[in-house]
């Protein structure tokens, strides 16, 4: 069963106290908070005290996402502000294994992410240092694109690694999951699904959470 995690950028912000219940009552595992810089992407989205009042709201887990650049800078506060998972981007890390270490020994669970780009490979040598690793199926920066579909032999050589080191790391697909492909990237290998328009945008986002966890 994948653990489903709805991305709030496409929540409405004027109602975001409601849309956290919603997701409290809904079967979503994880809070996927996706904060941008203007920087190492080409939108700024929420921050800190933004993510501080969300984390207030929930007993769920709090999977942040940082597409910005120096995330070390960040890395305590957002800890602070409730970050239970924290995601830095390969391409935005000159240390990278230092920021990994700096998160885990900050008491959060240490994430990657790999733009579209970037070759799962190149992750081997520090894979079990890592909790989560994120594969973008979109050019991070926006919600509601398309799926780019380059994304499912990524997911089939990440597994393949993940066994082959005998590591405990998770899967995580973020970009264009929709009931209609999600199924395809279970199969190949994800374990948890971020989704943003395709739960937020929908009619019954609880139905669509309902559905997607039972896939
Ligand atoms: C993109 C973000 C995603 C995005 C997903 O930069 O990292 O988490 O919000 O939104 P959808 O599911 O609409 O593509
Ligand atoms: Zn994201």
Request: hydrophobic share 45%; net charge negative.
């Amino acid at each position: 069963m994948p653990l489903i995690a709805p991305s709030l950028l496409s929540a409405n912000f004027l109602k975001l106290s409601d849309e956290c219940q919603m997701l409290n009552e809904s079967e979503a595992d994880w809070f996927h908070l996706d904060v941008m810089d203007g920087c190492f992407v080409p939108n700024i989205s929420f921050g800190i005290p933004v993510i501080s009042a969300i984390s207030k709201t929930t007993k769920k887990i709090c999977d942040v996402h940082l597409m910005i650049v120096e995330p070390e800078k960040y890395a305590e506060a957002f800890r602070d502000a409730g970050a239970n998972i924290l995601t830095v981007h390969y391409e935005a890390c000159v240390h990278l294994h230092r920021n990994i270490q700096q998160i885990k020994s900050l008491g959060m669970q240490a994430g990657v992410a790999l733009n579209p780009h970037t070759r799962v490979e190149l992750l081997r040598d520090i894979l079990p240092d890592i909790d989560v690793v994120c594969l973008m199926s979109v050019n991070p920066g926006f919600g509601g694109q398309n799926f780019i579909p380059n994304t499912f032999e990524k997911i089939r050589a990440l597994r393949k690694m993940i066994n082959e080191l005998d590591v405990a790391v998770k899967i995580e697909v973020d970009g264009g999951v929709s009931l209609e492909n999600a199924k395809q990237i279970i199969d190949a290998g994800a374990d948890v699904l971020v989704a943003g328009n395709a739960v937020f945008k929908s009619a019954d986002p609880k139905q669509t959470i309902h559905k997607l966890k039972s896939l």
